[in-house]
T-cell receptor, first 113, second 111 residues
Framework: EAEVAQSPRYKITEKSQAVAFWCDPI?????LYWYRQILGQGPELLVQ????????DSQLPKDRFSAERLKGVDSTLKIQPAELGDSAMYLC???????????FGQGTRLTVV | GESVGLHLPTLSVQEGDNSIINCAYS??????FIWYKQESGKGPQFIID?????DKRQGQRVTVLLNKTVKHLSLQIAATQPGDSAVYFC??????????FGRGTSLIVHP
């Protein structure tokens, strides 16, 4: 069964360091999402891509976060510098097209110390 | 503004009972809803979806009911099993086509 792949599964980093997460969506899925989920809350959208283009990054803290999907396939989310408040689960999801079900990866659990 | 919310943060049931998880939405123009199940330490897993031209949709042991009049939907799980223990989210893409999640309901199934 096709899955959204994310790596790493867990990441511990020190405050002010740079950290990056990688996502490989389900083959053929044009839409890709990055979400952040704080413990005990629902996922919150950070950025949405349609192919290689950013559709919505209004909730992305652009002073420290960046996301790219250069070839319209896999994607990288970067944080630099990391802050303690960035500790959360970072989830990637993909869908065949907009307004269809999104499938999620297992997430990357980030701990900033 | 648009919002998707859940009535109860925690639902405890006995194994074998039926579970009902509720969700309210505020955008009357919403035409598509998705239920996700999230187990501890994992990403949300798609369970079932429903479009606004339907009132009911059934899957394996799950049924989603949509009441557009009161902007409410529910997820019914029949014969709840311990493996059903998880947090359940309803998500509504809305006009932005971006799945927007509420807080979630934690379902606890007691053996």
């Amino acid at each position: 069964e096709a899955e959204v792949a994310q790596s790493p599964r867990y990441k511990i980093t020190e405050k002010s360091q740079a950290v990056a997460f990688w996502c490989d969506p389900i083959s053929g899925h044009a839409t890709l999402y990055w979400y952040r989920q704080i413990l005990g809350q629902g996922p919150e959208l950070l950025v949405q891509f349609q192919d290689e283009s950013v559709v919505d990054d209004s909730q992305l803290p652009k002073d420290r976060f960046s996301a790219e999907r250069l070839k319209g396939v896999d994607s990288t989310l970067k944080i630099q510098p990391a802050e303690l408040g960035d500790s959360a689960m970072y989830l990637c999801a993909s869908s065949f097209r907009r307004n269809t079900e999104a499938f999620f990866g297992q997430g990357t659990r980030l701990t900033v110390v | 503004g648009e919002s998707v919310g859940l009535h109860l943060p925690t639902l405890s049931v006995q194994e074998g009972d039926n579970s009902i998880i509720n969700c309210a939405y505020s955008n009357s123009a919403s035409d598509y809803f998705i239920w996700y199940k999230q187990e501890s330490g994992k990403g949300p897993q798609f369970i079932i979806d429903i479009r606004s031209n339907m009132d009911k949709r059934q899957g394996q042991r799950v049924t989603v009911l949509l009441n557009k009049t009161v902007k409410h939907l529910s997820l019914q799980i029949a014969a709840t099993q311990p493996g059903d223990s998880a947090v359940y989210f309803c998500a509504e893409p809305g006009g932005s086509y971006i799945p927007t999640f509420g807080r979630g309901t934690s379902l606890i199934v007691h053996p």
